[in-house]
């Protein structure tokens, strides 16, 4: 049985999703495309005091990505679904399109991140009813209250602000990178299995000796 989650209240367990239907994204992207001057025109009008082109413009974005987070839900991922191996309900979690980046190869077909709510609701006269988020990075996952996943979020964001000055710095110093030589690099792999060959036959010789000092 499928249950969606209401937009305002948790009143009305069966609520019908409303989510935009195709003809409907049309719309939002024509609302995106007007919101900044329609942002604009609103404030001079009601609140030419306070008007800056600054504060439109970023009244304008904040707008414009709500409004692009709502048109990436699907009704998949706004509707609870029994699991019943886990005696819980969960939406269809989202997925970066990017996969595990993990050195093990067996892990590159988990995606690298991915979110969903999980409800766990079993027995609630008993155990009480739970909303969580679960976030999950290759194959760890993070069981994160709602709160948690909006420090989780805000952490996110700060971080990508510093990893893109980090790729920027990288950007600079891998101008300076160039191939090796293979036919060298051949040379030292050879001399290095030498080494590694005589400083094994010593060690194995060291062994053999005091094995057979102890028997002697």
Known sequence: MNSVIPEASTATPHHQDQRPTAAAHL??????????????????????????PELAAQIAADTIATLRRRALLTTAQTT?????????????????ALRDIDCDAERR?????????VVCDDKPQAYGRTTQVWLHNGPTTGELS???G???????????????ALLDFADRVAADDFEGDPEIARLDREAEDRRVARRTAELTAQADAALAEARS
């Not at 919101?35 to 009008?45: E, G, H, K, R």
């Not at 609870?80 to 970066?96: C, F, K, N, Q, Y």
């Not at 909006?150 to 893109?164: N, P, Q």
């Open 80 to 96: 609870l679904t029994l699991d019943e191996g886990m005696a819980a309900h969960r939406t269809v979690p989202i997925e970066s």
């Open 27 to 52: 719309d939002i992207s024509r609302a995106i495309e007007a919101m900044p001057d329609a942002v604009t025109l609103a404030m001079q009008t009601v609140f030419p005091q306070q008007y800056t």
């Open 150 to 164: 909006r420090t989780a979020l805000a952490a996110m964001r700060e971080f990508a602000d510093r990893f893109e």
């Open 109 to 117: 077909d988990l995606p690298w991140l991915a979110a969903e709510v």
């Open 146 to 148: 709602p709160a948690e």
